[in-house]
């Protein structure tokens, strides 16, 4: 029971100055310059929001993950491993349709390839609910996503 509170107040933490970041960011404040010292910032930040939330992925993905798919309802989050699985979830502008998900984040790196995402997505016909494709747009976009968010995050982390 006290994992996802620390959890919870650790990204409270790491998220404060988010506001601040994001204005400097619109105005184009460059805070990476490419340097050696930029590449020391960013490995000391990823070490630290790794240690403070002691999850066994990469803590700025699991976030933006999160983040990406609040709108769905979970069944299944393991910090650990991982993974994030959905409940079936239906816009309210289609109800005829369903998607559900599965968000797997493969590594303690924040990379292209650390992330996964797996779809699934059944139409209502006669009244059962029958599967049906998922475009891989769908799929990538989403991974896509996420991946953005993560980024923006380890910047604001940094910057902070």
């Known amino acids: 029971m006290k994992r996802p509170l620390i959890l919870l107040a650790a990204?409270?933490?790491?998220?404060?100055?988010?506001a601040a970041?994001?204005?400097?960011?619109?105005?184009?404040v460059?805070?990476?310059?490419?340097?050696?010292?930029?590449?020391?910032?960013?490995?000391?930040a990823d070490l630290a929001a790794s240690k403070v939330t002691q999850i066994g992925v990469n803590a700025y993905l699991w976030r933006a993950?999160?983040?990406?798919?609040?709108?769905?309802?979970l069944v299944q989050t393991d910090s650990n491993g991982g993974v994030i699985v959905t409940d079936w979830y239906s816009s309210p502008n289609n109800q005829a349709e369903r998607m559900k998900l599965t968000v797997s984040i493969l590594d303690q790196d924040l990379r292209a390839d650390a992330v996964r995402v797996a779809a699934s997505r059944q139409v209502a016909q006669e009244g059962r609910w029958v599967d049906a494709p998922v475009q891989?747009?769908?799929?990538?976009?989403?991974?896509e996503i996420i991946l953005t968010k993560a980024r923006d995050l380890r910047r604001s982390t940094i910057a902070g």
Request: charged share 25%.
């Open 136 to 143: 891989a747009a769908t799929v990538q976009k989403l991974e």
């Open 65 to 73: 993950a999160l983040d990406t798919i609040s709108f769905m309802p």
């Open 11 to 18: 990204s409270a933490i790491a998220l404060s100055g988010c």
């Open 30 to 44: 460059p805070f990476l310059g490419g340097g050696k010292n930029d590449e020391d910032q960013v490995r000391k």
């Open 21 to 28: 970041v994001q204005k400097d960011l619109a105005k184009g």
